[in-house]
């Protein structure tokens, strides 16, 4: 049985993400461009902040640190629309630092566009005097801003409130503008095509064409424009008093979906008769039907007719039947070469094998391993190359 899948495809809101394709030959240079397309079309998922666990300064007793660390991401994760990452790999020294450049640091280690570097720290003797203190900064590397120290009271009664005063503060932190600051810098947004709509900071502000100069506060921000049918494009611009910025944006036409196309075991794939690559692989393809032909030497060659929409994925999986019985196959790579007796293997399986005790020759330039192995009356069995292992191969109809 095979599968054929659909899933829209949503629009990306973030560009930060930069995508760095090796293109091995010329004729795969226009695909390579259009699949990096395709990734950025991909939908993004939110923003995300990074809560490592807070550093210690005196006698703070882990338990309650755990509590307030899990109350507090509890309450971020409650009022804001973020990602609350725990920040695994960050070490107690940086996440304790309380300094914006480490904070920063917390964020990229953990992928995150926020970050907060926190502390809790024993300065009373006694319950009645708040013994606990807890410190923390936040960072924003996206627009390159950090808060001012927090300090908020602590006792093992209030954690709670504690924690969601802080969460409050975090949250008001990182929610996106309403309205953008007014100042003397100006800012004029145009574009090919027009009718684009603009973003700044988050903020929609109208659409090229219809959108007339800005004036904003001296500062730094980032600007994306969106259009239906064409790649979202986001820039980085400083404002200055007195100063008028000329920005303009030509866009990049989108046209088509893509096709990704899974087997078992892995097979040549064909589009429309040309030959794209290897399965599992993902290749572009313009609206309409298509036929994705699926190819590898000792098996069953399979054919499907593929729609494909504007913006959208349609995922074929499917596995090979063999052509003989019993099968015995092994990765086509080009470096190895497998012999049975004298006789050179080819295509990467033994067309005339039969059951019993079998030596495979595997050569790798001038190193040579014989592997004996026995060979089953029937069934489909791939030869592990390093090893010699002879495994049974199970397939299924479906992946997900």
């Known amino acids: ?127 009645e005097q708040s013994p606990y203190f807890v410190n923390l900064i936040i960072v924003d590397v996206e627009r390159e801003r950090s808060s001012d120290l927090i300090s908020q ?32 810098a ?24 219809k959108l007339d100069p800005l004036r904003l506060a001296s500062g730094r921000y980032r600007i994306e424009l969106r259009k239906e049918g064409f790649l979202p494009e986001v820039r980085t611009v400083d404002l200055h008093d007195s100063d008028t910025r000329f920005v303009h944006f030509v866009l990049t036409s989108i046209s ?13 794939v064909y589009l429309d008769d040309q030959f794209q690559g290897v399965t599992p692989f993902t290749l572009p393809a313009l609206p309409g039907v298509h036929t994705i032909r699926l190819e590898r030497d000792g098996f069953v060659s399979k054919s499907f007719s593929v729609p494909v929409r504007n913006y959208r994925v349609t995922r074929v999986s499917t596995s090979l039947d063999p052509l003989i019985d019993p099968l015995v196959f092994w990765s086509e790579d080009r470096e190895y070469l497998v012999f049975i007796g004298s006789v050179l293997q080819v295509g990467g399986y033994a067309p005339r094998l039969r059951s019993g005790t079998t030596t495979f020759d595997v050569r790798k330039g001038a190193e040579q391993k014989l592997y004996t192995v026995e060979v089953p009356e029937r069934g489909v069995f791939e030869l592990d190359l390093h090893s010699g292992e002879l495994s049974p191969f199970f397939h299924s109809d479906s992946l997900e």
């Open 1 to 127: 049985m095979e599968v054929v899948e659909r899933s829209t495809l949503r629009r990306s809101t973030t560009q930060r993400a930069i995508l760095q394709l090796m293109v091995r030959e010329s004729r795969y240079a226009a695909r390579t461009a259009f699949l990096t397309i395709l990734f950025l079309l991909l939908g993004s998922v939110a923003a995300q902040i990074s809560l490592p666990v807070f550093g210690t300064r005196g006698d703070v007793p882990e338990g309650l640190l755990a509590r307030f660390m899990d109350l507090l991401r509890e309450v971020v994760a409650d009022t804001t629309d973020l990602e609350v990452r725990k920040g695994d790999l960050i070490t107690a020294g940086i996440a304790g630092s309380l300094e914006p450049a480490f904070a920063g640091l917390i964020a990229e280690l953990d992928g995150s566009r926020y970050a907060v570097s926190g502390e809790i720290a024993r300065v009373g003797a006694s319950e």
């Open 153 to 184: 009271p602590l006792r093992e009664t209030t954690l709670v409130q504690a924690a969601t005063v802080l969460g409050q503060i975090i949250a008001s932190f990182t929610a996106p503008l309403t309205v953008l600051p007014e100042g003397e």
């Open 186 to 209: 100006g800012l004029f947004i145009s574009s090919q095509p027009a009718e684009a709509k603009v973003f700044i900071d988050g903020v929609l502000v109208g659409e090229t064409s």
């Open 256 to 268: 088509g979906g893509s096709i990704q196309v899974s087997s078992q075991p892995s097979a040549r």
